[in-house]
């Protein structure tokens, strides 16, 4: 890690699963060595998208980098003390604090960075990720939108959009946004299984099973698409397997009746 750390990087996937989408929501990481935290290298590799006129500190961001959140959190709140108006300080203190899982501090100080006029692709697509997975549909559409407006190369932003979408039941833009990133990089087993559940949601479902039914031939390791196949083919007796929550997730999707 010989790299001043001061870029932004598309990380692995965050493990935010749904049982039924079988999903996690794409994050970009930070990280300044071309790799994301941990040295594993980025699933769509270093984007060197960065603030116009800002870089944050290197000590700092190096604990970012390492994944040492307590460090990284209190070596940016004592940048932020002598530079408050740092909108990228900003923004890694919010990273750190989700990567911690205080969503709260996280949205406030993404916030504090979108004041502060931070425009930067993966800083909204981050943004967007926190307010969907707070429940805040309509702020995470905004933010997303934003993400895809700045990068619109990029799969991720159309993705999580999408996400958005689906869970607004704007089953069409939905279905858009995920086609669009899967045209971009057709490797997204998420993304594919998120466009088979927007068939079944539409009770399209012949459509549904040919798409689980590829995806479970091409990505035998991909759990949810056997899944959605077996809830699908058995609907009760599938669903009972499962927990309460997921059976209303199933009944909602599929109109099953799991009792």
């Known amino acids: ?49 960065q603030s116009s006129d800002q870089v944050c500190d290197p000590t700092a961001d190096y604990f970012l980098g390492m994944e040492d959140y307590g460090e990284a959190i209190a070596t940016h709140r004592r940048v932020l003390a002598a530079r408050p108006a740092d909108a990228l300080a900003h923004y890694h203190l919010g990273f750190a604090y989700g990567m911690t899982g205080d969503r709260q501090r996280e949205i406030g100080e993404y916030r504090k960075a979108a004041a502060l006029g931070l ?7 981050n943004l967007g990720r926190a307010l969907l997975e707070g429940g805040d549909l309509t702020g995470a559409a905004g933010a997303l939108k934003t993400a895809v407006a700045l990068a619109p190369e990029r799969p991720e932003g159309h993705f999580n959009l999408g996400l958005a979408y689906e869970r607004s039941g704007m089953l069409v833009a939905a279905l858009d946004e995920l ?23 539409e009770h399209d479902y012949p459509h549904a099973r040919e798409i689980w039914i590829e995806l479970a031939r091409t990505e035998p390791d991909f759990e949810p698409a056997r899944l959605n196949l077996a809830i699908l083919d058995g609907g009760a007796q599938a669903a009972r397997e499962h927990s309460p929550t997921d059976r209303n997730t199933m009944r909602a999707a599929f109109a099953f009746d799991p009792n």
């Open 119 to 125: 425009r930067q692709w993966d800083f909204y697509l």
């Open 1 to 49: 890690m010989n790299q001043r750390i001061t870029t932004i990087v598309i990380r692995l996937s965050l493990a935010f699963s749904i049982m039924l989408a079988g999903t996690s929501i794409a994050t970009a990481g930070i990280a300044g060595t071309g790799s994301s935290p941990g040295g594993k290298t980025a699933g769509s590799g270093a984007t060197g998208v």
């Open 179 to 201: 086609q669009t990133s899967l045209r971009l990089d057709p490797r997204q087993p998420d993304a594919r299984n998120m466009v088979g559940l927007i068939y079944a949601e």
